[in-house]
């Protein structure tokens, strides 16, 4: 089955700085990479998306690029602020002929820090 | 997109007990799943909830001890049967991921068994 390796599992940086997290995948059928950050007891909220059709998305502060050949993806987070503090999990799933992207398998999480 | 609310959000249960968790979603959706995440761990997939009829269960899963029901398009239920303390973890359902929607999850319960 696919398997999802993120790193790292901890950053620090300093409010303003950039924040990049990277993720690898095993499955070459995968084609559907969400990221979610999970704040303290909440549930994971989905904060971007890219499909195997591109190769980068950005969503103001936020940019995803996905990798095919290498089979890796990253999420890119500049002008951190505070808040973004979380932990962030990459994911990665295969939707085909109408079935789900909902059926995800996990990186391991990184635990960013921004701090003010 | 729409609005998953999980209850109970956590419970202290005894070990042998079993717990049932309910997830209610805002608007009809074609795929429900339910997830564990271990203490300050990642989430892994338990089962996808299948309208009308029996779950399908990922490796390392089993209905006997996570029995699922999906009596609609709007709600499933998970049971943690017969407790350890090994089942302490967040259980969290999500919804939607259809080709054209995301999938979004609820707030989780937070089980500790003792």
């Known amino acids: 089955g696919e398997n999802v390796e993120q790193h790292p599992s901890t950053l620090s940086v300093q409010e303003g700085d950039s924040a990049v997290i990277k993720c690898t995948y095993s499955?070459?059928?995968?084609?559907?990479f969400p990221w979610y950050k999970q704040e303290l007891g909440k549930g994971p909220q989905l904060i971007i998306d890219?499909?195997?059709?591109?190769g980068e998305k950005k969503d103001q502060r936020i940019a995803v690029t996905l990798n095919k050949t290498a089979k890796h993806f990253s999420l890119h987070i500049t002008e951190t602020q505070p808040e973004d503090s979380a932990v962030y999990f990459c994911?990665?799933?295969?939707?085909?002929?109408?079935?789900?992207?909902?059926?995800?398998?996990f990186g391991q999480g990184t635990i960013l820090t921004v701090h003010p | 997109s729409a609005v998953i609310s999980q209850k109970p959000s956590r419970d202290i249960c005894q070990r042998g007990t079993s717990l049932t968790i309910q997830c209610q979603v805002d608007?009809?959706?074609?795929?429900m799943f339910w997830y564990r995440q271990q203490p300050g761990q990642s989430l892994t997939l338990i089962a996808t909830?299948?309208?009308?009829?029996?779950?399908?269960?990922e490796s390392g899963f089993v209905i006997d001890k996570f029995p699922i029901s999906r009596p609609n398009l709007t709600f499933s239920t998970l049971t943690v049967s017969n407790m350890s303390p090994e089942d302490s973890s967040i259980y969290l359902c999500?919804?939607?991921?259809?080709?054209?929607?995301?999938?979004?999850f609820g707030q989780g319960t937070r089980l500790t068994v003792v």
């Open positions: 909830a299948n309208q009308g009829s029996e779950a399908t269960y």
């Open positions: 994911a990665a799933s295969i939707g085909a002929g109408g079935t789900s992207y909902g059926k995800l398998t």
């Open positions: 999500s919804g939607g991921g259809s080709l054209n929607t995301e999938a979004f």
């Open positions: 608007s009809q959706v074609t795929m």
């Open positions: 499955d070459s059928a995968s084609n559907y």
């Open positions: 890219i499909r195997s059709n591109v």
